[in-house]
């Protein structure tokens, strides 16, 4: 069945070191999120992007982070440098808006991908 | 901005019970969404509302959206171990906006 899948699923790397973390949203869809989430802070939106154009990334620290998606099939998130703030579980969601005032859509969630910074 | 607030924090009860838990926004959402978390994994969608008065079942889930569309309602009924897990609600002002979460109801269910 169709799942967004996320690599890699755990990272632990030393503070100052770039990380990159990807998704592979569900075919066909055309919205994709990154969320952050923490025992503090729960489940935070970092970004978003629709048909691969960015519509929102204000949740994102702009100095170290940055999301990309080079083509409709791989979205990337990365961190340059980490910081030990910045270990948390990351995840990805997809989903399909349609436009035409249809039914709004759900988003699927990708397993995650549980960083550490030490 | 928007705030969810989702009660309870957790929940503690035997097999076969029902289960209710529920979601206050400060402020008007057009779409809920109730998900549930297991523990190493992503949030899996349980149900999706989308119009205020809506009731909507998944098996032995049951969710409502508010008439006011300020708060939206989970039951569980007749609970099995499975069904352990984190519970969040989410709302969405409109189509392909960001979601907005409540902070989740651990859910224990002693067999």
């Known amino acids: 069945d169709a799942r967004v899948t996320q690599t890699p699923r755990h990272k632990v790397t030393e503070m100052g070191q770039e990380v990159t973390m990807r998704c592979q949203p569900i075919?066909?869809?055309?919205?994709v999120f990154w969320y952050r989430q923490t025992m503090m802070q729960g489940l935070e939106l970092l970004a978003y992007f629709r048909n691969r154009a960015p519509l929102d990334d204000s949740g994102m620290p702009k100095d170290r982070f940055s999301a990309e998606m080079p083509d409709a099939t791989l979205a990337t998130l990365k961190i340059q440098p980490s910081e030990p703030r910045d270990s948390a579980v990351y995840f990805c969601a997809s989903g399909l808006v349609l436009g035409g005032g249809r039914r709004p859509y759900e988003q699927y969630f990708g397993p995650g991908t549980r960083l550490t910074v030490t | 901005g928007q705030q969810l607030n989702q009660s309870p924090q957790s929940m503690f009860i035997q097999e076969g019970e029902d289960v209710s838990m529920n979601c206050t926004s400060s402020?008007?959402?057009?779409?809920w969404l109730w998900y549930k978390q297991d523990p190493g994994e992503g949030p899996v969608l349980l149900i999706a509302?989308?119009?205020?008065?809506e009731l909507t079942s998944n098996g032995r889930l049951t969710a409502q959206f508010g008439i006011t569309r300020k708060d939206s309602f989970l039951n569980i009924s007749a609970s099995i171990p499975s069904d352990v897990g984190i519970y969040f609600c989410a709302g969405q002002l409109r189509s392909g906006s960001r979601l907005t979460f409540g902070e989740g109801t651990q859910l224990t269910v002693n067999p």
């Open positions: 509302l989308y119009k205020a008065g």
């Open positions: 075919l066909g869809h055309n919205t």
């Open positions: 402020s008007i959402f057009n779409t």
